[in-house]
């Protein structure tokens, strides 16, 4: 069987207070010229990303002095309007594996 080995991209991000977290990546985008991440939060069980209620966490690309760095989305609007992308396509590559293990 050639089955395909999953390897997630892990993504570590220290919160305001100093505390890491490892977050999965889902998703990559760019939508009038930002670049947006769309991430889970990590766990070493791959189904448990799709079989739990797991929170999207959605960040953007900025730029200070010539370096990249994730950041969140402080308009409510843009935040919902990219969550929503990011949903459908996440829902679409979901169905597709689905297919696919048929």
């Known amino acids: 069987m050639d089955e ?9 991000l220290t919160d305001e207070e100093g505390n890491e977290h490892e977050f ?6 760019e ?3 930002t670049v947006y991440y769309a991430l889970v939060p990590y766990t070493e069980d791959p189904e448990a990303v799709i079989e739990e ?4 966490v959605i960040l953007k690309v900025g730029e ?4 990249e760095f994730l950041a969140t989305i402080d ?3 843009e935040y919902e ?5 990011f949903i459908e396509r996440i829902s ?7 297919e696919d293990a048929e």
């Open 64 to 67: 200070e002095n010539g370096e």
């Open 75 to 77: 308009n409510d609007e």
């Open 92 to 98: 679409q590559m979901l169905e597709g594996e689905d």
């Open 53 to 56: 209620d797991t929170e999207l």
């Open 4 to 12: 395909k080995e999953y390897t997630p991209e892990i993504f570590t």
């Open 81 to 85: 309007r990219i969550g929503n992308i």
């Open 24 to 29: 999965e990546l889902m998703d990559i985008m």
């Open 31 to 33: 939508e009038n010229g």
